[in-house]
């Protein structure tokens, strides 16, 4: 009998669609799937492959090429999969173009012996691929030569459509507060009222150059760059004079003047700041001369490295990213030999400045880059059961050319969050960055900026969403000077237009009443002459009351 698999994995439902896998639950014995090294057995509804004579040998399927180039979108996954013994398994696409093979890993899990899992992912062919493409061949492969079941196998197209509208449902229900502003005396409902939101509570953010803010702090004159920045963001974070290979080029030699004015024309123009990182645990990341030093002189080291640079960064950096990329990388356990030295930096940046939030942070989460998604939870339980002190996830979401997928992003960060009790931030955000899509208009990555924002912005998880550059090589938003392209206009649409409550109106009855999103705003009271006869900020968090009383021929309002 087949295995019943509801194609439900934690909070996602796979909608039926167009299927690129023919058989995939393997009703019609094995064709059209076909054996390489191996022999293929149907038994009980799935397919158990056995005898494989090396790791790449198993079952695979040529997939229509003609119907791959009409889905110019996100593609999804699932499947059920038991092992003979524990393995790590790949999800592999090998494709021939101009006479050429290329091999691409499309997803990678570890698989427990003798136990059914039920697997999903996302994938997007990139876009140059696909054009021109001779024959796409998809086939599994493991660590080992042993044995699997596979079942329920279904690829095709993500859902580009209805997940829309209950992101908008969400983003009303907990980004938006009621407002009601009552108005007392003489002349309540001849007044109009001129409601302007002038900030975002939610934080939106970029990386910046340090260099090129400070300049324009000495200057006391904001270029288009810093003009841009302050304009349409009020998160910053530094690209690299944070980093420690920046800051302490020589040991004892530290260089913070660009740093410095990043801060404080950050303060001036009221842009909140991260920090990035104090260390990376990638071992080519650090100073050239710590990678000399002795167990007890790094360990030395790294804690001036942490002791001097949070102080520095005091009261101004509200976040910092701890230990950068630790997933696969352990550079600092190693070299000071101290299994537990992870716990003692951590501890060491709470001790501090108890009151910063402590970021871990890593990349190929969303996109489960050889099985990056899994890996980072196993991190995090390890990191929380050892008593590791830290506040929040970090995933950088350096996209590549993978398309949203929006309900399984929905799926990665909740899960994290369910699993953690922890926020989550976006903290570094590109798409195409690499330049792997040839997209000179940039009319692609604006389609992605728009549902990766909106996906994001609408999750109760998220906190706070930060890109990583607005002007650079590839997926860039604004041309060399400053004007934006397609896919600027998008993200200035939502943060300008749709995500800000801007609205005229009258009081009825003495009484006006509307929804608007959370932050700062400004009420000017009119005249119907249009003239002012009131003015008055206040910010939007939870459900206001305003109470606006005439005194004289003119309002003062009060919350």
Not at 307 to 333: C, Q, R
Not at 342 to 369: A, C, E, H, W
Not at 452 to 459: D, V
Request: glycine share 6%; net charge negative; aromatic share 12%.
């Amino acid at each position: 009998m087949a295995r019943i698999i509801p194609l439900v994995l934690g909070i996602i439902t796979v909608a039926v669609g167009q299927q690129i896998v023919e058989n995939g639950d393997f009703s019609e014995g094995l064709s059209p799937w076909k054996k390489n090294g191996c022999k293929a057995e149907i038994q009980d509804g799935a397919v158990h492959v056995i005898d494989r004579d090396h790791r790449y040998a198993g079952i695979y399927q040529m997939l229509d090429v003609e119907l791959l180039k009409k889905m110019d979108m996100a593609l999804r996954m699932s499947f059920s999969v038991k092992a003979d013994k524990d393995m790590e398994m790949n999800m592999q696409i090998r494709y021939t173009k101009n006479g050429k093979r290329v091999w691409n890993n499309i997803a990678q899990w570890k698989i427990q012996a003798n136990k059914w899992e039920d697997l999903m992912f996302t994938y997007s062919f990139p876009y140059d691929v696909i054009t021109g493409v001779e024959d796409v061949k998809f086939y599994t492969d493991s660590d080992v030569a042993a044995g699997y079941w596979l079942d329920n196998v279904v690829f095709e197209p993500a859902d580009d459509e209805t997940w829309r509208d209950e992101a908008n449902k969400r983003i009303d229900k907990l980004r938006k507060r009621d407002v009601r502003i009552r108005v007392e005396g003489n002349r309540t409902d001849d007044l109009t009222l001129d409601i302007k939101q002038v900030n975002h509570a939610y934080p939106f953010g970029t990386c910046v150059e340090a260099g090129k803010l400070s300049k324009c702090l000495a200057n006391n004159k904001d270029s288009a760059y810093c003009k841009f920045i302050k304009d349409n963001y009020n998160w910053i974070v530094d690209v690299y004079t944070t980093k420690w290979y920046y800051m302490e080029p020589e040991q004892g030699s530290w260089r913070t003047e660009q740093q410095d004015g990043m801060i404080e024309w950050a303060n001036r123009n009221g842009l909140k700041l991260r920090g990035h990182t104090l260390l990376w645990a990638k071992e080519e990341k650090n100073p050239w001369w710590v990678k000399k030093l002795g167990p007890e002189e790094f360990i030395k080291a790294v804690y001036n490295r942490l002791d001097k640079t949070t102080k520095w960064g005091a009261p101004s950096t509200l976040h910092w990213d701890v230990n950068n990329e630790m997933i696969n990388h352990h550079f600092y356990e190693e070299r000071s030999e101290d299994p537990d030295f992870r716990k003692k930096i951590f501890q060491r940046v709470r001790d501090s400045v108890p009151n910063v939030t402590l970021f871990v942070n890593d990349y190929g989460i969303l996109n489960n880059m050889f099985n990056r998604f899994v890996l980072y939870q196993e991190q995090i339980r390890d990191m929380q059961a050892d008593g590791v002190q830290f506040d929040a996830i970090g995933i950088q979401s350096h996209l590549g050319h993978t398309r949203v997928d929006a309900e399984y992003f929905k799926y990665v960060v909740e899960t994290l969050h369910n699993q953690s009790g922890l926020p989550v931030w976006i903290t570094e955000f590109d798409w195409n960055g690499q330049g792997t899509v040839k997209d000179k208009r940039q009319q692609i990555n604006a389609k992605q900026i728009e549902d990766f924002y909106r996906i994001m912005f609408s999750l109760e998880a998220v906190e706070g969403i930060l890109m990583w550059g607005f002007q650079k090589a590839n997926g860039a938003m604004v041309n060399k000077n400053m004007k934006p392209n397609a896919a600027g206009k998008a993200y200035l649409k939502l943060y300008h237009e749709e995500w800000r409550t801007n609205e005229v109106g009258t009081p009825t009855n003495g009484e006006y009443t509307f929804r608007g999103f959370r932050g700062d705003y400004v009420v000017k009271v009119l005249a119907d002459d249009g003239s002012s006869i009131g003015k008055f900020k206040f910010t939007l968090d939870e459900d206001k009351e305003i109470v606006c009383t005439e005194q004289g021929g003119d309002f003062t309002c009060s919350a």
